[in-house]
């Protein structure tokens, strides 16, 4: 069983991100254009506004890019600093657990993404487009012949 658990996992991670990714995404576009219930209750965040503009285009950019697998890693963790920033700099001053100062979704998307940042996006992910092309064999010969050690 074990042996399954282990081949379906890069599977799982890539849901995983996906969700995770949509949702944050959800979260920027409410935030920004109003959509989906908008920011608090209704409405939409002015532009420029610090922090709550600025952290609503990370949550829709770092979801998108999160979501399709594209800069994953960078993408998320720059999602987990921004989380992080909004615990300890809005949160935190309402009380010690997240859940008696509302910090919980900053909390746990911030140490969701921190995770992505480790495990990298799973499967189905663009950025596998970009990096893991096989050479081909005179790229791995001539590779070979460049890289042999030379005594000093």
Not at 39 to 53: D, N, V
Not at 76 to 84: K, P
Not at 101 to 123: D, H, I, M, Q
Not at 134 to 142: A, E, F, K, S
């Amino acid at each position: 069983m074990s042996t399954h658990l282990h081949r379906a996992q890069p599977y799982a991670l890539a849901l995983f991100r996906i969700v995770v990714g949509l949702l944050f995404a959800c979260h920027g576009a409410a935030s920004l254009f109003g959509v989906l219930g908008g920011a608090r209750g209704g409405g939409s965040i002015p532009a420029g506004t610090w922090p709550g503009w600025y952290a609503a285009v990370i949550q829709l950019i770092g979801g998108v890019l999160v979501a399709l697998g594209l800069g994953t890693r960078i993408a998320a963790l720059i999602s987990s600093g921004s989380m992080a920033y909004a615990y300890f700099s809005v949160h935190q001053s309402g009380g010690l657990f997240p859940l008696q100062n509302g910090g919980e979704p900053s909390a746990v998307y911030s140490w969701v993404f921190l995770l992505l940042v480790f495990t990298g996006p799973g499967a189905f992910a663009l950025d596998r487009l970009f990096t893991s092309r096989p050479p081909n064999r005179q790229d791995r010969n001539h590779t070979t012949e460049q890289s042999s050690p030379v005594a000093v």
